[in-house]
């Protein structure tokens, strides 16, 4: 298939396009960059050009023209992130996430995965969620996710085809590590402070999934028969990859040698945001699908690549890896906006004209 992948120079776009390009399939990525000198090297260096340098908020019909589906992940990616600007959230996440979808419909485009996420649920506690429970989100990034999921099951029809897969809490390594998901985020406290400093009680429950089997379940309902995913909702959620978060916290400091939980000065108090989820439904429709890896396996390789990095504390706590802390920088420095938009004078992430259609045409990535 030939696959638009919206948001492809991000945590998880950035491993979803090398196990696009290893099924077989020929994807192109539209991404704004914003992350581009966010890579794992000792001196991060900005990578060639993969992929066009778009807004997700500028993509016209005119170019999703001939592709068979589009993969959506481009977004204000998490609540904190979400919450840096309600308006933003809701003006990318939502409005261009909506109006992407109308044009891919438009352009005839019959496939649309969208990436939502589970935090749509909200505060749940400890009962298990499946696709049908009530959506109680708590933050602008959840609502944005319940609002587009809604918009897409009234567009789904014969021609048009959308899917929702309800990610929930990514880790693992990546080409554009992020620092602010969980397990990363106690890893690299590990390494870099010697201790796994938790900011709240560790009582509230994550789904938990390595980005590497995330891509593979986005590529799973990629080539699945369209019956069987048309205008469905699933969880992403191996069994047993449900914890508390300071269960996970234990798990880091049994593997990194010569640390131990720690509670960070003014915590204790709950994350409201606490679900555990039930991705019996994907498994039951997709048997093929299999994660590969565990929260224990993803601590490894983790702790491994990272310390091959010899980050300092300032380094992974920083902007490199902190998506929120990179963007106020962007800000700060001139280089984007308020409304993210990229400063025209600026080097860094500056954006490419929309292709015409025999650019699209002959775009193609190399492997990565």
């Keep these: 298939m030939r696959v638009l992948v919206t948001g492809h120079d991000g945590y998880v776009g950035s491993v979803l396009m090398g196990v696009l390009h290893g099924a077989g399939h020929a994807p192109v990525g539209v991404d704004s960059f914003y992350f581009e000198r966010c890579g794992l090297g000792k001196s991060p260096q900005v990578r060639g050009p993969v992929g066009w340098k778009i807004d997700v908020r500028d993509l016209v019909p005119a170019a999703l023209a001939g592709f068979d589906a589009v993969v ?39 496939r649309f995965l969208f ?10 506690g400890s009962q298990r969620m499946t696709e049908d429970a009530p959506l109680r989100p708590l933050t602008p990034y959840g609502t944005s996710k319940v609002v587009v999921e809604n918009a897409l099951t009234e567009m789904a029809d014969d021609s048009f ?29 590990a390494l870099t402070r010697g201790e796994v400093r938790l900011l709240s009680d560790g009582r509230s429950w ?35 990859e449900n914890y508390q978060i300071r269960d996970v916290a ?3 400091a049994e593997q990194v040698p010569g640390c131990r ?4 000065e003014g915590c204790g108090e709950p994350d409201l945001r606490s679900y555990r989820v039930d991705g019996a439904k994907l498994n039951s429709t997709l048997p093929s699908f299999t994660p590969r890896w565990t929260v224990p396996e993803g601590i490894n390789q983790l702790y491994s690549t990272l310390s091959r990095a010899d980050l300092t504390e300032e380094d992974f706590f920083g902007p490199r890896f902190i998506r929120l802390e990179h963007l106020r ?9 308020g409304e993210l938009r990229w400063n025209g004078r600026s080097r860094v992430g500056s954006v490419s004209p929309v292709p015409n259609k025999a650019e699209w045409a002959l775009a193609s990535l190399p492997p990565m």
């Excluded at 990436?115 to 749940?124: D, K, V």
């Excluded at 994550?206 to 080539?223: P, Y």
């Design 115 to 124: 990436a939502s996420s589970c935090s749509l649920y909200g505060s749940a």
């Design 250 to 252: 234990e798990m880091v």
């Design 206 to 240: 994550r789904a938990v999934l390595h980005v590497e089997d995330l891509c593979r379940a986005f590529l799973a309902v990629l080539e699945a028969p369209r019956h069987l995913v048309h205008a469905q909702a699933f969880n992403v959620a191996p069994k047993g």
């Design 72 to 110: 959506h992940l481009a977004a204000l990616s998490n609540d904190p992130l979400g919450n840096l600007n309600p308006r933003l959230t809701h003006a990318i996440n939502q409005q261009a996430s909506i109006r992407l979808a109308s044009h891919t419909k438009s352009a005839g485009v019959s």
């Design 329 to 337: 920088s962007l800000m700060a420095t001139g280089h984007v906006d």
């Design 161 to 189: 085809s959308p899917t929702f897969l309800r990610a929930p809490t990514a880790y693992g390594v990546s080409p554009k590590l992020r620092g602010d998901v969980v397990v990363n985020n106690l890893v690299g406290s």
């Design 261 to 264: 939980v720690t509670f960070a």
